[in-house]
């Protein structure tokens, strides 16, 4: 099963004063992102998904859906098997007190409490919020692609026990929405996801973000509560 994970650091080899500097350039950019998104009352977004370890030889592409209503904490995350499939792989639902993890494969969902805080795990609607607890950023600067301006924003968890040390974001600066999150981790792992649409006030209906056990017979429910 995979994890979807969203955490970083940040490489600095420059004074306090530079560094104070760009911290507070980084966090109004931040600032503006979270605004824009917690202003919506619901989003939808499709992405893409890479898993890259070159030293495995791994190198893996989903494409992904999430739909997200942000003030009531309440999301679902598709992936799909492969960058050009529409066939389900997985499915990450919660109604902001109870998450279930479908794994299609497995004819499986487990049942969980909601994860609290910000952390990222398993969740990328917190992509657009991640940097708001447990992390330091830093404005490492603006890059171009396709023509279009990005600002690079590297986050760094304070908790310097975590697997993964450091995810670095790109931000459409006129848009003021983030575009992709690549993040590293301690074995080697690379995690890069980028937005391919961006729907703001999308209609979601609330009985999207409930598990539907009628519309999955078979699927064995495995309550880790």
Known sequence: MKK???YSILALSTCSNAFAQKDTQAKAILSQVSQKYKSYDAIKTD????????????????????????KAGKYK?????????????????????TQWTYLKKDKEVQVGDAPKG???????????TIYEHGYKYLYTGEQKIAGKAYQ??????????????????????EKKQIYS?????????????????????????????????????????????
């Open 4 to 6: 979807i994970v969203l």
């Open 47 to 70: 992405f893409s998904f890479t898993l890259d370890n070159p030293q495995a030889g791994v190198k893996e592409t989903q494409t992904g859906t999430l739909i997200s209503k942000a």
């Open 77 to 97: 995350v598709t992936l799909y098997t492969s960058a050009s499939a529409k066939d389900v792989d997985k499915e990450i639902i919660s109604d902001g007190k």
């Open 118 to 128: 910000g952390d990222g795990v398993n969740n990328p609607s917190q992509i657009f």
């Open 152 to 173: 690079a924003i590297d986050l760094t968890p304070e908790n310097d026990k975590q697997n993964i040390f450091k995810v670095r974001l790109l931000i459409d600066k």
């Open 181 to 225: 999150a690549q993040l590293f981790d301690k074995n080697g792992n690379k995690y890069n996801y980028t937005v391919r649409s961006f729907t703001p006030n999308a209609p979601i209906a609330d009985n999207a973000f409930a598990w539907d056990a009628k519309a999955h017979p078979g699927v064995e429910v495995v309550d880790l509560r």
